[in-house]
């Protein structure tokens, strides 16, 4: 999960998170800057998603069933879209 980094300790208090040395169950990165944010996909009723193209590029890093993931994301997300852009 991303988080900007003005907002750590107001969401470090509303899920009562804290630091664990094994098994955490939320990872929690603070960018350096706000690219990651660019595009971010927003809707009622959920919190704010990543872009799909960042979202792609992020899977494809991570490692282990990240891979099969970011494909995922590029057939269900990216195709479709590139095909209504091109009508």
Request: proline share 2%; glycine share 8%.
């Amino acid at each position: 999960m991303y988080l900007a980094g003005d907002l750590e300790e107001q969401f470090k208090a509303k899920v009562e998170a804290k630091l664990v040395d094994s098994g955490e169950n939320l990872v929690v990165l603070i960018p350096d800057g706000s690219g990651v944010f660019y595009h971010t996909d927003i809707s009622e009723n959920r919190l704010a998603c990543t872009n799909a193209v960042q979202t792609y590029i992020d899977l494809v890093h991570a490692g282990g069933r990240g891979e099969e993931a970011a494909e995922a994301v590029i057939q269900q997300r990216l195709k479709p879209a590139w095909s209504r852009d091109k009508e």
